[in-house]
């Protein structure tokens, strides 16, 4: 075996150990690691070894490991929605070139939603840039996805209703976002402005947790007769945009297993 082959064959068994820490809810022992990765004790151990080193991963009180410095060092000096916006932005634009509305990318921050991301409409009828626009999250449907995935809590007391259209009050929300579960995606008809439509659905993190809401927005008199169409579409998008942040599968046993009787130099 060549020097070159053996050197990416370690490569690759020293980040399946590093992708199994990220992805653990818990510090992960050396056994449960050696076992996940399917490795010889001392093959495990070198590795470790030199992946503490690095700052790749560390071991807390208990001797389990951790995700290490540099991971935290990368998130304090980036913007935590950086490299959301930067994984999303394909997707946006590719529902913005077949639909032709407004695509929004939005966060919970706090009790607020805020865009980190549009893409705009190519109709010279299309809708404003809301990323520096606040809006009450019960009469938006990027707003209603956070409440109804609970990423967001309702405000207490009365609710604010720009329009005739917009929900009354909380139960109303409720009844909405059950409606919204079931089907996969959320929807305002002139809620927050007359003749406004937006369809928005949920984008999954590494947990299971919505971590985003993808939608789009435009005219009502253009979306209306559509809403089951480009719902059904957001929610392919959304599905692709999902499973990209959490990252590759994890190694299946059967595949562990077969790997076992390789030697890393």
């Not at 399946?16 to 992805?23: C, F, N």
């Not at 405000?155 to 009354?168: C, M, N, S, V, Y």
């Amino acid at each position: 075996m060549s020097e070159a082959a053996t050197g990416t064959r370690a490569l690759d068994r020293a980040a399946d150990l590093v992708a199994a820490v990220v992805h653990a809810d818990e510090p992960m022992s050396f056994a449960e690691l050696q076992d996940a990765s399917g490795l010889a004790k001392s093959t495990t151990s070198r590795l470790l070894a030199a992946l503490e080193r690095s700052g790749l991963v560390e071991r807390v009180g208990s001797g389990s490991y951790v995700a290490g410095r540099l991971f935290w060092l990368y998130a304090a000096r980036h913007d935590p929605w950086d490299e959301l916006v930067r994984l999303a932005r394909p997707v946006m634009e590719r529902i913005g070139s077949d639909t032709g509305e407004t695509v929004h990318l939005s966060v919970a921050r706090g009790d607020r939603v805020v865009q980190v991301a549009q893409v705009d409409s190519t109709y010279l009828l299309g809708t404003r840039d809301w990323t520096e626009i606040e809006v009450p999250s019960h009469c938006s449907a990027l707003g209603k996805v956070l409440l109804a995935w609970g990423a967001l809590d309702l405000p207490e007391g009365e609710l604010e209703r720009p329009t005739p259209a917009t929900l009354p009050d909380a139960d109303a929300v409720r009844r909405d976002a059950r409606r919204a579960r079931d089907r996969g995606w959320t929807l305002t008809e002139d809620e927050l402005e007359i003749g406004l439509t937006g369809i928005a659905v949920p984008v999954f993190g590494l947990r299971g947790d919505v971590v985003a809401a993808l939608g789009i927005s435009g005219p009502t008199a253009r979306l209306a007769d559509r809403v089951d169409e480009l719902g059904r579409q957001l929610l392919d998008q959304s599905t692709a945009l999902s499973t990209l942040l959490r990252g590759p599968a994890r190694t299946d046993p059967a595949h562990r297993a077969a790997r076992t009787q390789e030697v890393v130099a």
